[in-house]
């Protein structure tokens, strides 16, 4: 009953629904165009318009505005989980400078943020450049929080009522639904996404993941056609850089050779990395707060807040294309002085441009590397964003990283050097910031300086069409993108021994998973006989790693890899969710029951760790999620 193949991009800043009518035949010569569906929104209170993307922002309307959002949408209106009302899209995105202890964002970021309950109603959560808590005295006492779970599955579910107005006859129940993620989420962001997917609508038995980056490059693929194999060769490396409004999003593709044919396998991934637009707004917004105070002006906390709203406006007049020299940023009064004390500062294009492109985009070596430094033992619970805001300092380090697959020598030592590059994200919609990332490929590769695919698709629009296409190429036996899961995953092993008051006994990572193990498989773990705890509620912790590929199921590693005492070095492992969980005992069992391991790859990414008795033929299921149920 499948007429169309759906792909979703749920961004930081805006998500897309792209589609694509199934072609009868099935054949891959047929492929169909991908188009982009309108989405109806607010775009102020009782007005609604149609857009190519709907803004990701969530507006919490008091008792009196919410009958002014209640009855233009074709659906009625939006709701959060508990049924209340809630404002999505531009309208949302505006409210955002106005009323900023009303608003939500980056609701994407705080859905794969370990250190928060991702279930808890925790949004808004006001803060910029510390001002945590910031809040309008007006409305300060009766915000009804939502979790980021609650907006992520209210931003689909305006999604699925977009498509379903639109196509009546084709719910989006019976369609192949292709939802692109991050190719740095683990599996709890995963699993959550997954959740709050299924939560919204969409269909749990024809749902898909695809990692952002190859949606580009699948995007890339689409408009090429054929071509794209006369334009790389065996032996390339495509460099995929994607930085949007909260992340960026950094991915190897190798171009290798199959039976007399080309194909395109993925390589490598970095490290989820909170650095993007959302940061050259908040830089900007700290630049025009030193304006206001040259003038006299100082910001109380919810002032900072709104400002750091009204200078993404700013930025992207100031970047775009024919930009004026000067932009005027306003930011609104307090209660009886709402008019009157507005203040408001022209911001220099010049400045902006040298402040943005040299903040995020410094000319550094090769051999630099971004720095980390611990600066308080409290901090603000808020995004981990980097410490180190130079995007070409994270990209230093991820070339540097992928020593195994380097391919070149010299100048480049040990980093893996690109030959073309494709760029994806808001952020390259601004030329100058574009320009400065090549000029510092061209420093660090002089005699090979990586090739610039350019396609003509919308930069906002790349990763939905893409993955609209993958779905395509899928049911059509077309172009595919190899590579399996992104990570290798390790789960925590206890070590045996003398108890030593005030420490803790050693902790050791087996590998249960390699990276680049395909979907849909599974495989069993050779190793020693392990205890598994039975019968009580005990923690388990996993690991995962973006550039160990040559460990293998059951390589165990000491906490050397896990741990390092150098703030500017990575660990080789890091930590992702842990749970706590008990497993089932009955009466005739053992509390510490020996098992091995066996990993099974669900077709959505997803990694499934059993427990499999080696006395019996019991066995038990651990997710790397955070599920609250095991």
């Known amino acids: 009953m499948t007429k169309y193949i759906i792909g979703i991009d749920l961004g930081t800043t ?31 209170a009782g007005t609604v318009e149609s857009r190519k993307s709907l803004s990701s922002f969530v507006y919490l309307p008091t008792e009196q505005e919410a009958a002014q959002y209640e009855s233009a949408l074709p659906w009625n209106k939006d709701q959060a989980g508990n049924g209340r009302t809630i404002v999505l899209g531009e309208a949302a995105r505006r409210r955002s400078s106005e009323v900023p202890d009303r608003s939500i ?22 803060y910029a450049g510390g001002t945590k808590g910031a809040t309008n005295d007006s409305t300060a006492d009766n915000i009804t929080k939502l979790s980021p779970l609650d907006v992520s599955r209210a931003i689909l579910r305006h999604l699925i ?28 962001a995963r699993e959550l996404t997954r959740e709050a997917a299924v939560a919204a609508g969409l269909p749990k038995e024809r749902l898909l993941f695809l990692e952002e980056p190859q949606a580009a490059v699948y995007s890339w693929l689409c408009e090429t056609g054929d071509r794209w194999r006369k334009m790389l060769h065996v032996g390339d490396k495509l460099l995929v850089c994607d930085v949007g409004g909260g992340t960026t999003d950094l991915t190897l593709i190798a171009v290798e050779e199959d039976e007399g044919e080309l194909t395109l396998k993925r390589q490598a991934v ?33 002032q900072s807040v709104a400002l750091w709203h009204s200078a993404r406006e700013a930025k992207e007049a100031l970047l775009a294309k024919g930009a004026k020299d000067k932009h005027k940023i306003s930011v609104l009064g307090r209660g009886s002085k709402l008019i009157g004390g507005t203040v408001s500062v022209d911001v220099p294009r010049a400045k902006v441009v040298e402040l943005l492109t040299d903040g995020f985009f410094p000319k550094v070596a090769l051999a630099d590397r971004p720095k980390r430094r611990t600066m308080s033992g409290f901090r603000e619970i808020g995004l981990p964003f980097e410490q180190d805001s130079a995007m070409t300092c994270h990209l230093a380090a991820f070339l540097s990283a992928q020593s195994d697959i380097a391919g070149g020598t010299g100048d480049y030592g040990t980093a893996a050097r690109p030959t073309h590059v494709l760029l994806n994200g808001g952020v390259f919609r601004a030329a100058t910031l574009e320009k400065r990332l090549f000029d510092v490929l061209a420093d660090w590769f002089p005699d090979a300086v ?17 993955a609209a296409f993958y779905g395509l190429s899928k049911i059509s036996g077309g172009i595919r993108i190899r590579g399996g899961t992104a990570r290798a995953y390790y789960v925590g092993i206890e070590t ?25 498989t599974e495989c069993d773990v050779p190793s020693d006989e392990f205890a598994l705890i039975t019968g009580e509620p005990v923690p388990f912790r996993f690991f995962s790693s973006t550039t160990r590929r040559n460990d293998k199921p059951g390589t165990l590693l000491d906490t050397s890899h896990i741990a390092t005492n150098n703030a500017n070095e990575e660990p080789e492992i890091v930590e992702t969710d842990s749970m706590e969980a008990l497993l089932p005992r009955e009466e005739s069992d ?36 955070v599920r609250e149920e095991t």
């Open 270 to 302: 970095g490290d989820h990395l909170l650095v993007g637009g959302d940061n050259m707004d908040l830089a900007l917004a700290h630049f025009v707060a030193e304006l206001l105070a040259e003038k006299g002006t100082k910001l109380d906390p919810w």
């Open 14 to 44: 805006n998500s897309v629904l792209a589609y694509a009518k199934v072609p009868e035949d099935r054949v891959q010569d047929n492929i169909p165009e991908v188009e982009i569906l309108p989405i109806p929104q607010y775009v102020a």
């Open 496 to 520: 045996s021994g003398l108890a030593i008051p005030g420490a803790s006994r050693p902790l050791k990572a087996l590998c249960v998973a390699p990276i680049g193990m395909e979907e849909g």
């Open 161 to 188: 009522d977009s498509w379903e107005s639109a196509f009546s006859d084709a719910p989006v129940a019976e369609q192949q639904v292709v939802l692109a993620v991050p190719a740095s989420f683990d599996a709890s």
């Open 590 to 625: 053992d509390e510490e029951v020996p098992v091995r391991f066996q990993t099974r790859v669900t077709e959505l990414g997803m990694l499934e760790l059993w427990s499999l008795a080696t006395n019996s033929d019991k066995r038990w299921k651990l997710e790397f999620s």
């Open 105 to 126: 964002s980056a609701a994407k970021s705080w859905l794969c943020h370990s250190k928060v309950d991702r279930r808890a109603p925790i949004l808004p959560h006001c």
């Open 450 to 466: 990586p090739q610039r695919l350019c396609p003509t698709f919308e930069l906002d629009h790349a990763v939905a069409c893409g």
